[in-house]
């Protein structure tokens, strides 16, 4: 079948279907032959589809492949060290308006100063083992929960988990070639 198709606006051919090369026409391009009436989009004409099915995708942008080496959006997110931070700025701001009454006298006062701290401890421990299971910094979790552990729950729970460190050539070559590009 001989086939006509558009480039830059202009009628190219006649051509044999078995003449078309991998990079001659693509999905969009505008064919037409004796049997049609109009022209229409290559891809709808299904004497092409063979053609199709061995072109590739596109390569996807530079920015497309770090993200998606980058981050493994299987993962869900930690939603329990999210209801944690969240339920920790409730209690304190409960425990501020209920000051007076719960801590009146020095006993309950000392009782926390001793939990605080303890409760810190906690969930600096918290997020530093899911931190870890995120492949994320341990220590610097840690240390963000002690001094701010509602704040750094929250966002510790709301990031995609890093894939392992384990990088490719591949990788490594495309985080280079990123760098140069954003200096």
């Excluded at 198709?5 to 279907?17: F, H, L, N, R």
């Excluded at 939603?79 to 700025?89: C, D, K, N, Q, R």
């Excluded at 308006?97 to 006062?109: G, I, N, P």
């Amino acid at each position: 079948m001989d086939l006509f198709y558009e480039e830059s606006g202009q009628k190219i051919g006649p051509i044999k279907i078995t003449d078309i090369k991998p990079n001659l026409i693509d999905r969009d391009t505008l064919v037409w032959h004796k049997d049609l009436d109009n022209w229409i989009k290559a891809d709808t004409l299904p004497e092409l589809t063979k053609h199709f099915n061995s072109i590739p995708p596109p390569l996807p942008s530079k920015k497309e492949l770090v993200i998606k080496a980058k981050y493994d959006k299987e993962y869900d997110k930690e939603s329990e060290a999210t209801s944690l931070g969240v339920f920790i700025v409730i209690i304190s701001i409960a425990l501020y308006f209920l000051r007076k009454k719960v801590f009146s006298d020095e006993e309950h006062q000392i009782y926390f100063l001793i939990f605080a701290p303890l409760l810190a401890l906690g969930c600096a421990i918290y997020a530093s083992k899911t931190a870890k299971e995120l492949n994320r910094n341990q220590g610097g979790w840690f240390m963000l929960t002690l001094f701010l552990p509602s704040i750094a729950l929250i966002i510790l729970g709301q990031l995609h988990k890093l894939k392992e460190r384990r990088v490719s050539d591949f990788e490594r070559e495309l985080d280079r070639i990123n760098k140069e590009d954003e200096n």
